[in-house]
């Protein structure tokens, strides 16, 4: 079964600088994604990055990059430059897969809050 | 260029009664997810949708959730009976068939059964 865990369940950062929201995992799949999503106030889900398993370079989506260690089974998220609207709660998540196939299930770990002071 | 839709966007409602709700995905996008997701818990996978049918109905907590799509577009999640443990918000999210890592998600409809 395929496990998502995120220990950090608050951060802070000052606005403009770097933070990493932490995310371990367990799967037993032999090929995988991890996956970021951010959840505002507003409450939606918006997706921020993915990476593959077997991608030999780690994600970048504009200030989003992905801290991807397979052999420690982390896959950390790094917010450069921090905004006042990157407040919100971030999501890793992993599919699950059942007879070869995900359909798309994603676990979700319990989440981080980040707020972002001025 | 809309986005998923859900409505109603809060529905407050008696215990034992039942609730009907909806989501609208993003036209083309042939996958459609529920998740649930408690106050202070991540989300939890309901159902999966292809089209019409639905391959894994594993995530459904109890016989009381159920949920069709039909014309490959509109979903309906229903809950009968409602418990205050039903209490919620339910996401839906659509993608491209073969896109799972493409899940573009709706507002929400945050339930609360009294």
């Known amino acids: 079964a395929q496990k998502i865990t995120q220990t950090q369940p608050g951060m802070f950062v000052q606005e403009k600088e770097a933070v990493t929201l932490d995310c371990t995992y367990d799967?037993?799949?032999?090929?995988?994604?991890l996956f970021w999503y951010k959840q505002p106030s507003s409450g939606e889900m918006i997706f921020l990055i993915y990476q593959g398993s077997y991608d030999q370079q780690n994600a970048t989506e504009g200030r989003y990059s992905l801290n991807f260690q397979k052999a420690r089974k982390s896959a950390n998220l790094v917010i450069s430059a921090s905004q006042l609207g990157d407040s919100a709660m971030y999501f890793c998540?992993?599919?699950?897969?059942?007879?070869?196939?995900?359909?798309?299930?994603?676990?979700f770990g319990q989440g981080t809050i980040l707020t972002v002071h001025p | 260029g809309a986005g998923v839709s859900q409505s109603p966007s809060n529905k407050v409602t008696e215990k034992g009664k039942d609730v009907e709700l909806r989501c609208d995905p993003i036209s083309g996008h042939t996958a459609l997810y529920w998740y649930r997701q408690s106050l202070g818990q991540g989300l939890e996978f309901l159902i999966y949708f292809q089209g019409n049918s639905a391959p894994d109905k594993s995530g459904l907590p109890s016989d009381r959730f159920s949920a069709e799509r039909t014309g490959g577009s509109v979903s309906t999640l229903t809950i009968q009976r409602t418990q205050q443990e039903d209490s919620a918000v339910y996401l839906c999210?659509?993608?491209?068939?073969?896109?799972?890592?493409?899940?573009?998600f709706g507002p929400g409809t945050r339930l609360t059964v009294l």
């Open positions: 998540a992993i599919p699950v897969y059942s007879g070869g196939t995900s359909y798309g299930k994603l676990t």
């Open positions: 999210a659509s993608s491209l068939v073969y896109k799972y890592n493409e899940q573009f």
């Open positions: 799967t037993s799949d032999p090929s995988y994604g």
